[in-house]
């Protein structure tokens, strides 16, 4: 018989000991799977993210937050001189703030506002009416275009075509007037969070808004790679052309991220995982050891037999690669559907962009989950297998008569 069928054979005359081996087994497999989702998940959703909305460099005055940090002046200018470089395709200059959207009864809703130049189509997709013009016109005695969302749009009740009253805080004190925006669209935004009133006007009804002196601003400029060019050579044409200003790629951007701002996922998947294959390792070793400390007669007898060490060894292994192997199959899809519920928790905190994952699925981290469960197989077999190897023949079948 061959060595995996005799421990077939072994985890069928148990049957409650191999259930509750694979059992455990499906358990810490399933949290290996979910760390290694976690470790690289925020990491590979944020960069999709970045990905999705097709600008792949931005452009910032410092290397503050955009929105925290001092504006880039003369942004008009400033975009007309970036297109003119060969190796960018589209400028899209930005403002982010805050405002209040006037409803009905009194009814005030905390919006989160972004002025766009140029239109940025590629942040926000139009799920009905019209997006915001291309060329944005400053007329004051006309209402300003405004795209919302459809959370905003179902609490406003408006619809394209309505028209909506925006205000903003000047200071903790006085508050400008209410500007009057006729809702141009109804759109998903890329950035916008879970429940999150989000809108989107031109930059001159944007600074007009905020009563701003100096209108002509931004704090982030999006830039689009032309088509073939290579986004590191983009920032280098214009670190070259405007060597004060801070240009940087998504590349970096994420770099950047991942060693600040998601290192902690990262270190709490790294020490989750090593005590998930701790405990992995000591159930396995466990329920083989104990197998083994059962079968001291049944061994010593295919010892005395003619079978070799390397045999006894080579069953043990195979038992252990049968519980591994079940439990680690069965924990993938248990992991999966764990994760999926542990994401929607997540994702539940304020702030957080709706596309933005937490767990990713990955075909990597299923390799990695095969490597570690399978080294953590083997590693736990040594000990039992030791125990069979040094099992002394004739003492024991001398105890198992006599006992």
Known sequence: MSPLGLAWRSLRRQPARAVLGIAGVVAVGALLFDMLMLSRGLFLSFRDLLEHVGYDVRVTATEAIPGTGPVVRDASGLAASLRELPEIDEVVPLRFGNAWALGADDLELAVTLTGSGSSARRTWSIVEGENLPRSASDDPAAPAPLVINRILAERLDAAAGSAVELQVDSDGFTA????????????????????????????????????????????????????????????????????????????????????????????????????????????????????????????????????????????????????????????????????????????????????LHFFVFEPWSVVEHVVLLSLTGVLAAAYPVWLAARLPIAATLRDEVVG
């Open 176 to 355: 400008l007037p209410p500007l009057t925006f006729r809702v141009a669209g109804i759109a998903e935004f890329s950035f916008a969070a879970g429940g999150q009133p989000w809108a989107a006007t031109t930059l001159p009804a944007f600074s007009r808004l905020r009563g701003e002196v100096e209108p002509d601003t931004a704090d982030l400029l999006l830039v689009a790679s032309a088509p073939g060019v290579e986004s590191r050579y983009t920032v280098a044409a214009i670190r070259a052309r405007h060597p004060g200003l801070n240009a940087f790629s998504n590349a970096e951007l994420v770099g950047r991220f991942q060693d600040e701002n998601f290192a902690y996922f990262r270190h709490i998947s790294v020490v989750l995982t090593s005590v998930t294959l701790f405990f992995a390792f000591i159930l396995v070793t466990t329920l083989l050891t104990v197998s083994v400390n059962q079968r001291f007669g049944e061994i010593a007898g295919l010892r005395a037999i003619g079978f070799a060490r390397r045999r006894v060894a080579l069953d043990l292994l195979c038992e252990s690669a049968l519980l591994v192997g079940a439990g680690g199959a069965l924990s993938l899809p248990v992991g999966a559907a764990v994760a999926r519920v542990l994401d929607g928790i997540l994702r539940g905190m304020p702030g957080l962009p709706e596309r």
